[in-house]
């Protein structure tokens, strides 16, 4: 079973535009997101996937350099985009990450794909509904499910959002959320604004001068001792789950 982690990116997010090249402690937020995802033990490799808009050539230009595989598709059907760049990497099992996710933990991202390995599910998420910090959102499912979203959905904020038509049918598809022990939903750790990127640059600010091989309890740790940073971006609306079941920015 072939396990791709798919991240989306694109240059152009409504509120934040050219945020997946913003720095994080001295290297573009897209850097410091492949170089987590390259932890997870259990994936087999990592694809962006970024539009055919020129906008995005410097988006492909870093993951040349970066030695990552770059697939290039429809800017708003990122449903397409996704599947496509599933099947030419012969993907088996698709975990998806957004591109607004720097902080994202490679432990959960293992624990959300064993759940997954463990049989009896054909969709596993850490969203449905959130428990853990916004920015912390996986989505693990078979690549038949996505195939079969690609070839019959016909909802706009199907072919948008990715996978709106899997986990809006629980009737044909086994679906499972992975709830965290804490209730941690009150922490934005995403970035979709720059209220958001200016906490996630001070998180990381902080963590760099430890280790960059951070984990959410890292991240906690550096909150408790800065209690006043989580009011940056407090204030910040997410996107209603209409747009955005799984609490991300799911069209960056």
């Known amino acids: 079973m072939k396990t791709i982690i798919i991240v989306q990116a694109r240059m152009t997010s409504t509120r934040l535009p050219g945020k997946v090249l913003l720095p994080l402690a001295g290297e573009p937020m897209l850097t ?3 170089q987590r995802l390259r932890r997870v033990q259990r994936a087999d490799a990592i694809v962006i996937a970024t539009t055919t808009n020129a906008t995005d ?9 970066l030695g990552v595989p770059c697939h290039r598709g429809s800017e708003h059907d990122v449903l397409s985009r996704y599947a496509d760049a599933a099947r030419l990497q012969g993907a088996d099992v698709v975990v998806r990450i957004t ?8 432990a ?6 064993a759940a997954y390995q463990e049989g009896g599910s054909d969709y596993v998420s850490n969203m449905l509904p959130p428990t853990w910090p916004y920015g912390m959102a996986v989505e693990v499912f078979s690549a038949s499910a996505l195939q079969q979203a690609q070839t019959e959905a016909t909802q706009a904020a199907e072919r948008e959002h990715v996978t709106p ?3 809006g049918h629980p009737e044909r598809y086994r679906l499972r959320n992975l709830v965290s022990p804490v209730d941690l939903s009150q922490h934005r750790w995403t970035v979709d604004t720059p209220e958001d990127y200016e906490l996630v640059r001070r998180l990381f600010e902080a963590l760099s001068n430890i280790h960059l091989d951070f984990t959410q309890a890292d991240i906690l740790a550096v909150l408790d001792a800065h209690p006043d940073w989580i009011a940056i971006n407090q204030h910040i609306r997410q996107k209603p789950a209409t747009e955005s079941q799984t609490a991300q920015d799911t069209h960056p």
Do not use: G, H, K
Request: aromatic residues 6%.
């Open 32 to 34: 410091r997101l492949v």
């Open 57 to 65: 050539d410097a988006i492909a230009m870093l993951c040349n350099t």
């Open 99 to 106: 591109s607004d996710c720097p902080l994202i933990d490679p």
């Open 108 to 113: 959960l991202i293992e624990q959300v794909i």
């Open 165 to 167: 038509f899997i986990y």
